[in-house]
């Protein structure tokens, strides 16, 4: 092969390899003591996928319970009971953060948020006793299958390889 197909064929590579990388959410928000993020933090969401929500604090053993609070863009919202939060074994700030999780799959196109209200033995807010803070983020449902994107990734790497081939078949050899 020429120089030029070997580095259009390396560089198709390195895309597709990309396409593939987690995204993660900045963490920085924790600098109050308090923090929420999904596995989708500013990433479409396509339906019918499971998006994990993790909320996590440095002020534990003042704060020892959350509960998420999921909020579809119609539809009713989806509230769960209390959930404790566990060592991480993560420190941030030199301080350790104590977190959980919670999961849900999301079925509705639009914008969705999810709150997490971090609860204490004392504190009280929008009259639900023990809330010490609440906590947001949002993300974006989509139409369109996880496998599209491979799909469409595969397809344009074919066609390449078909062009190539029938593009050395049909050219003349200089001697």
């Known amino acids: 092969m020429k120089l030029g197909v070997k580095l259009a064929v390396i560089l198709l590579l390195g895309i597709f390899a990309l396409s593939f990388t987690a995204v993660q959410a900045a963490w920085s928000s924790l600098n109050s003591g308090f923090a929420v993020t999904t596995n989708y ?40 009971d209390k959930i ?14 104590y977190d959980a999780y919670n999961t849900t799959t999301i079925n509705v196109l639009g914008d969705w948020g999810v709150q997490v209200w971090f609860y204490s033995a004392d504190g009280k807010l929008r009259n639900q006793t023990g809330i010490e803070k609440i906590r947001a983020t949002s993300f974006f449902a989509v139409a369109e299958v996880p496998l599209g994107t491979i799909a469409i990734i595969l397809s344009m790497l074919g066609g390449l390889g078909v062009f190539v081939i029938l593009k050395s078949k049909k050219a003349p050899r200089v001697r």
């Open 41 to 80: 933090h500013g990433v479409d969401v396509p339906l019918g996928t499971e998006v994990t929500a993790r909320a996590g604090t440095t002020e534990y053993p003042e704060v020892t319970e959350v509960r998420f609070r999921w909020m579809p863009p119609i539809g009713d919202e989806i509230l769960t």
């Open 84 to 97: 404790p939060l566990q060592n991480s074994g993560e420190y941030f700030d030199g301080k350790l953060v």
